[in-house]
């Protein structure tokens, strides 16, 4: 008499097994495409900011809205910023190329 309920306990659980393992997969294929790795540009920086190493330093393009070198350099300010670790000089090159790329003169209006 076990031997029955226990085969049926055992087709039920092999049945939630293979459903929770079906969308498990149909979980996984539908999932957004992750990026691939992005060559990052190998180099020291130039003694004088050019527009191509300040776009490069913002990963954007030469030719770019003013608003995506904002997001960009937000982005990058928030790997790379003092108060969480980063480096003064990695902070000043990035704020740097983002005036070169906004078309802002050197510290314009700066009193000090």
Known sequence: MVAPILAGVAVAAAAY?????IEAWQAFKARPPRPKLRKFY????????????????????????????????????????????????????INEAKDMMLGKSERSGYPF
């Open 17 to 21: 097994a293979g459903k929770y393992g």
């Open 42 to 93: 190998e180099g020291g920086f130039q003694a004088a900011m050019t527009r191509r190493e300040a776009a490069l330093i913002l990963g954007v393009r030469e030719s770019v809205a003013a608003e995506k070198v904002k997001e960009a350099h937000r982005r990058v300010m928030v790997a790379n910023h003092p108060d969480a670790g980063g480096s003064h000089y990695l902070a000043s090159k």
